[in-house]
């Protein structure tokens, strides 16, 4: 089913499907919604709930001023506790992931387990912030269609663009609802969110980094020396993608998943 409900002071979207345990929480990339996830979760619900949320900024969701991480995460816990959700295994794509990261921090006695697909725990250096300085400039003079013909393409790997071109003109008619105002909201908080490596080598519970090999956001060498750093946690190479490995190789990026929620119904069975 999908619904509204007020939390951390503005309504969220947020849709909740499946069954079985534990709760799954999937949240978007920047210029996504929680639509962007429908294909995916095909394979998770007959033995999941799946909980997905428009973030602040995003979709049908409202926004706040500056949509930090840390004000995205505690909207998200509000939202799980009224459907009762007292622990989940949080996943986010990108920017869903800087705030999945945030939940697991200032929740973590609601999270069994962390996916970051396509995410890291850096904050963002200058040159990056840089250009969100400049999106955010293009989208004060209202050109929002100008911003989505420039980021959804390069979320996919370079070769992949002719493959996925339905796919990607599906998602970029879906960005045009977006309130210019909400993104702006958005990279204000992606630019000013904290650094969390030193808060995921304190994580103790099971965690998964998800990279493509031909992301043009992350770079494979960052990739590879996130994953040394964070030996503790399980890493899922995808040698055909790019930012979007969810998308671009759907089978594989849920068999891992899947591998990995297994692992943690598996903890759950011999600790009971």
């Keep these: 089913m999908e619904f509204f409900c007020t939390c951390n002071h503005i309504p969220l979207h947020v849709s909740d499907t499946g069954g079985g345990k534990p709760a ?3 949240l978007h990339g920047y210029l996504e919604t929680l639509s962007v996830w429908d294909d995916f979760v095909t394979c998770l619900e007959k033995d999941y709930r799946i909980i997905r949320i428009d973030l602040p900024g ?4 409202g926004t706040a001023e500056i949509n930090s991480v840390d004000f995205s995460a505690q909207a998200i816990y509000e939202a799980l506790q009224k459907q009762q959700v007292r622990e989940c295994v949080i996943g986010g794509h990108s920017m869903g ?6 939940f697991a921090a200032n929740y973590p006695d609601a999270v069994r387990g962390l996916c970051l697909f396509h995410s890291t725990p850096n904050a963002d250096p200058p040159q990056k912030q840089e250009g969100r300085n400049r999106e955010i400039a ?70 998964l980094f998800i990279f493509g090999e031909k992301d043009r956001y992350i770079s494979l060498e960052t990739a590879q020396e996130l994953s040394a750093r964070f030996p503790q946690a399980q890493t899922l190479w995808l040698k055909n993608s790019g930012h979007n490995g969810f998308l671009e190789e759907p089978e594989r990026t849920a068999e891992g998943f899947l591998k990995f ?3 943690i119904d598996g903890e759950r069975e011999v600790k009971n």
Excluded at 97 to 102: E, N, W
Excluded at 153 to 182: C, L, T, W, Y
């Design 24 to 26: 799954v929480v999937l």
């Design 58 to 61: 995003h979709g049908l969701s």
């Design 97 to 102: 992931g800087y705030t999945a990261l945030a």
């Design 138 to 207: 293009l989208l004060r003079e209202g050109k929002l269609s100008l911003v989505i013909r420039q980021g959804v393409p390069r979320m996919f790997a370079d070769d992949n663009v002719p493959r996925f071109a339905e796919k990607i003109q599906e998602i970029s008619e879906i960005a045009e609802i977006h309130n210019p105002e909400g993104l702006i909201a958005c990279l204000e908080g992606m630019k000013r969110r904290p650094d969390r490596n030193e808060f995921l080598a304190s994580f103790r519970k099971p965690a």
């Design 261 to 263: 929620l297994s692992s």
